[in-house]
């Protein structure tokens, strides 16, 4: 999500009494309902947003806990049923396409347990992130075995873990293909994110960057829901 040199304009999102400006904080915190295939959802805005989507919390019903996000296209929708972290999907009575998605069961490397017990020594903290590119890079490779389906947008945002940092989990297919092959940059893709986040600080000189394949730099496009629907009252 982070690695997109992209922002939307403000827009607005409408649903059934869904109808407000991102960004406004008092509506940022109220409950609003969604309607999608006859199905209503009471979601509030989730406080970690993407680049090009929109996403908010359900937070009643069947599915608390779940994302529900606009602005998808029809790829990101199937990629995410193939992966098996779609719920439903669906259209609002303003044309504009959902995906609610199921919750990981991973948190930010930041957030992790592991992370704050070695933040402050700059050793360990890169030690940590290099195995944590390890673990992001093999469970790409496993995703796409199992899917066809390639996660080509592997920031910090993207790739959860759990708080040992022993598991990786994926999120947010919206920058996803099926390339014949896993490409052989795939860890050089890793480690350029996770190295570009600065979490650790700058390396000092005893850090060593992973060993990776040359890459060229990968920059997920808009979607072409972006392009070919733009949603209405865009201002």
């Known amino acids: 999500m982070l690695a997109v040199a992209w922002a939307a ?24 309902v969604l309607t ?14 993407g680049v090009h989507a929109v996403v908010y919390k359900v937070v009643e019903g069947q599915w608390k806990g779940a994302y529900a996000k606009a602005l998808v296209d029809s790829s990101e929708i199937t990629a995410t049923h193939a992966v098996g972290a779609l719920y439903t999907s669906g259209t609002d009575a303003y044309g504009q396409h959902w995906a609610i998605i199921k919750p ?22 890169f030690a940590l992130l290099n195995h944590a590119i390890e673990l ?17 947008d592997p920031v910090l ?11 990786a989990f994926l999120i947010d297919w919206g920058c996803a293909s099926q390339p014949p092959a896993v490409p052989l940059d795939i860890k050089a893709r890793v480690t350029n994110a996770f190295w570009g986040s600065n979490i650790c600080g700058p390396p000092l000189a005893a ?5 990776t ?18 949603l209405p009252l865009w201002h």
Not at 136 to 152: P, V
């Open 9 to 32: 304009p403000t827009i607005q999102i409408r649903s059934d009494g869904l109808v407000y400006a991102r960004g406004n904080q008092q509506n940022r915190d109220s409950d609003h």
């Open 36 to 49: 999608l295939n006859g199905q209503r959802f009471k979601v509030r805005k989730n406080d970690d947003q």
């Open 104 to 125: 990981s069961k991973g948190i930010r490397l930041d957030r992790t347990k592991a992370f704050k017990q070695v933040q402050h020594n700059q050793q360990q903290c």
């Open 136 to 152: 992001a890079t093999s469970k790409i490779a496993a995703e796409y075995s199992r899917t066809h389906w390639l996660h080509e």
């Open 157 to 167: 945002t993207n790739v959860l873990f759990d708080d040992r940092v022993t598991q």
């Open 207 to 211: 850090v060593h960057r992973p060993v």
């Open 213 to 230: 394949q040359l890459f060229v730099a990968y920059h997920c496009p808009v979607p072409a829901y972006f392009v070919q629907h733009p």
